[in-house]
């Protein structure tokens, strides 16, 4: 079966994304982690939480090293793969691509006076200033980066005339109509994913043995986190049906296989679409699309009929959509129940089904996150930069694409065992016990 350079463009830069999205999701929350973590081991003054945040930011400095890496592959194949995109787009986004690098070497900087200065301040809380920088600098990448995002799908702040842009406004192109649903959506899901992930490598261990006080206030201050941060994630979900209902109807519309512009519509969820369009053994929540994208079940909603054939996604992105939202379902009940276990006596916060769940919910959250990204780049199909270009009119003509391909993903396969390695040798045989009691008591 033979490749077209625009097929394999796209299958790189999906591999890439797909790839980069795992560090970056890290890169984004567990910062946010290592600050609570840290807040309540010198408000509480308990040696357990301040080795929590010791040890979680001495693993993260490893994702955030590959996350380096791939992270410069995808501004490389943004160049290489998309040179029609960027001729036309490249000195619009130009600002945000600058800034995100700016951010990521202000979070860098504060990263490794943070790493090397413990123990070394009187008053803990001046080693705890210096996660706020660090939490600012990787939030404020995802931002920079997202507006970049949001532009391809809402592009204002030009003029193209004649193929080239002009009366370039960065800052309108920027502010976008998609930027604030976006940036809010992607950092409480990874703040909500890192929280759930930490509570699955904590749930692991416990469930292999450890039980002490330790791995207790582990879990109960990644579930709590992972819950509120979940919530937070279910709003942003909320606001992006809202503004999908007006900017990008028909992503919407193929997300619920809404093809009749209609009012009080219904929520489908899973099922299967036949070749008249005609959609079997689904479940339907009457009048819930509806409520999604206007707040009153009274919301017309746009189907996809109202929109050229050529102009539609492909409407397997249902399925993402449906997954997405299902495991943030999951990771909602999965938080709460263990909370309430938790503070009601007469349960098992404990009980192993229960921390199986967690285990599960860690990947899980993952999963939610890839979804939802091949969700957002899937559903903008055909374009590339909505109502200006198309995909398949910005991808590179040359060769070589093929081969890139197989070397990029040989690079990536590496990159994943030495990750997994250095990170299973880094904490493997050292238990957070002797290392509790070699650490502490340490004056406060």
């Given amino acids: 079966m033979e490749f077209d350079s625009v097929i394999l463009s796209r299958m790189l830069t999906s591999t890439t994304l797909a790839f980069h999205i795992i560090f970056a999701t890290i890169g984004v929350g567990v910062p946010v982690m290592i600050a609570i973590a840290e807040f309540m081991g010198i408000k509480k003054k308990d040696p357990h939480y301040l080795l929590l945040a010791r040890r979680w930011a001495r693993g993260f400095t490893i994702t955030v090293a590959v996350g380096v890496v791939t992270g410069t592959a995808i501004g ?14 490249g000195q619009v986004i130009a600002l945000p691509l600058f800034m995100e690098t700016f951010a990521f070497f202000f979070e860098a900087i504060f990263l490794g006076i943070y790493l090397y200065t413990w123990d070394r301040f009187k008053n803990r809380w ?34 193209l005339v004649d193929g080239k842009a002009i009366n370039i406004d960065p800052i309108a192109a920027m502010l976008n109509p998609a930027t604030p649903t976006k940036v809010f959506h992607v950092l409480t899901s990874s703040y909500m994913t890192s929280a759930l992930i930490l509570a699955a490598i904590t749930a692991f261990a416990i469930l292999k043995g450890s039980k002490g006080e330790y791995h207790r206030k ?32 028909e992503k919407l519309a193929a997300a619920e296989w809404h093809f009749e512009t209609e ?13 008249n369009n005609e959609i079997h053994n689904e479940i339907r929540i009457p009048g819930f699309l509806s409520f999604l994208a206007g707040g009153s079940l009274d919301t017309e909603v746009i189907g996809l009929n109202e929109f050229p054939e050529d102009e539609l996604p492909p409407l397997w992105v249902h399925y993402l959509f449906d997954l997405m939202v299902s495991i943030g379902v999951f990771s909602l009940i999965i938080t709460f129940f263990f909370i309430v276990a938790w503070k009601w006596k007469r349960l098992n916060e404990w009980w192993k089904p229960l ?33 200006y270009m198309k995909v398949a009119e910005a991808a590179t ?6 081969i890139t391909f197989i070397l ?30 070699q650490r502490f008591p340490i004056k406060q």
């Fill in 76 to 89: 490389l194949q943004l160049s290489l793969l998309w040179p029609s995109f960027m001729q036309v787009a």
């Fill in 126 to 159: 001046i080693h705890w200033i210096l996660t706020i920088p660090i939490m600012i600098g990787s939030s404020a990448s995802a931002l920079f980066i997202t507006t970049v995002n949001a532009f391809m799908n809402t592009p204002q702040g030009f003029d």
């Fill in 218 to 249: 582990a879990l109960r201050l990644t579930m709590v986190a992972g819950f509120v941060f979940t919530i937070g994630t279910a709003l942003a979900g909320d606001v992006s049906a809202k503004f999908l209902a007006e900017y990008q109807p």
């Fill in 263 to 275: 009012s009080n519509a219904d929520l489908i969820l899973f099922g299967t679409l036949d070749e």
């Fill in 355 to 387: 921390l199986w769940g967690i285990v599960a919910s860690g990947p899980l959250a993952m999963l939610a996150i890839e979804f939802g990204w091949i969700f957002a780049e899937v559903g903008r199909q055909p374009w590339i930069l909505r109502g």
């Fill in 397 to 402: 003509k040359g060769d070589g694409v093929g």
């Fill in 408 to 437: 990029f993903v040989l690079l990536y396969i590496v990159l994943a065992v030495l990750t997994i390695v250095v990170l299973i040798k880094m904490f493997k045989n050292k238990p957070a016990e002797a290392e509790l009691e």
